[in-house]
Each structure stands twice: as C-alpha cells, then as structure tokens.
C-alpha cells in the first residue's frame, strides 16, 4: 500500500506542475473542518475540549473491508505545496458544492490527510510509471457494484 500512496503522490505533483488538474476520489466528511475548508487530521482539537487523543484507528485497508470507509465524494486537485524535499504537504482541492463557500468554493486538503482518505487518484497516463501501465495488459477483476471500491458515492455513515 506505501508504494501506491508514493506513486500517486507523485503523479498527483507531477500532473499539477504540469498544468493539469487531478481528479479523485476521497471520503470527504472524515476530519473535514467544513466552515473553513479543511480536511486535515489535527483539524479538530480534542484533547483541548475531550482531555483524549483521537485517531484515525484502524488502517486505511481494514476500514474499507469493515465498512468502516468507503469513497462518498469526486473533488479536484489543483495546486499542491512542497517541503524543501520537494514533497507534497498540502493541496488546495476545487469542490462542486458551491464558489459560495470555502474560498470561493476550494478547501485546503493536507498529505496526512490524502493518506488516509484518498483512493482514487486520475491522471494522464504520459506521468504514470511503465511498471504501473503494464499492469493494464492483465486481465482486469470487475468489483461488483457493493464493493467499496466499486462505487464512488457508498452511502454516508
């Protein structure tokens, strides 16, 4: 699974230098500090208000296959910022609600975060490494409509 979050973390960067915005996938409502557009883990303070740490719990896989997580929302990535390594640390993300929110209707959306709470990435295929495009010359597994990774918007829980 690290391999993955790497590779599309940097296809993800390499298409938005490039100047193409980047579709996904994500379970939008998990730690989203909606009056302010931020889906980030710290977004919330809880040891502040509750005098307890809260974390995301069980590992991204298991909260799919528990029906703990599944994909509710397609946003776009636009830009992304960098450490001096040249590593993503935030994105600002366009969002379909409204440009009345937010500002003017785009989040900020932090690498922590993506980690956990992002899928499904698309991109031209021209950033994609060849050791992943030749996985497409295997025979595909169709997932069935209930699968959570069968459907974009599984019900909110």
């Excluded at 979050?5 to 998990?30: M, P, Q």
């Excluded at 956990?116 to 030749?134: G, I, N």
Aim: aromatic share 12%.
């Amino acid at each position: 699974v690290l391999f993955i979050l790497e590779f599309e973390l940097s296809v993800v960067l390499k298409s938005i230098r490039s100047g193409e915005a980047v579709w996904f996938g994500c379970e939008v409502s998990k730690r989203f500090e909606r009056k302010n557009g931020l889906e980030d883990l710290d977004a919330h303070d809880y040891r502040l208000v509750f005098n307890t740490d809260v974390q995301v719990g069980l590992p991204k896989a298991d909260r799919l296959l528990y029906g703990d997580s599944c994909m509710t929302h397609a946003m776009v990535f636009t830009a992304a910022a960098t450490d001096a390594d040249g590593k993503a640390t935030k994105f600002r993300v366009e969002n379909s609600y409204s440009d009345k929110e937010y500002d003017k209707g785009y989040l900020l959306l932090t690498e922590p975060w993506f980690r956990e709470f992002v899928f499904e990435v698309v991109v031209d295929k021209k950033h994609v490494p060849q050791a992943v495009l030749d996985v497409f010359a295997q025979e595909p597994t169709v997932l069935p409509a209930w699968d959570p990774m069968g459907t974009l918007a599984c019900p909110v829980h």
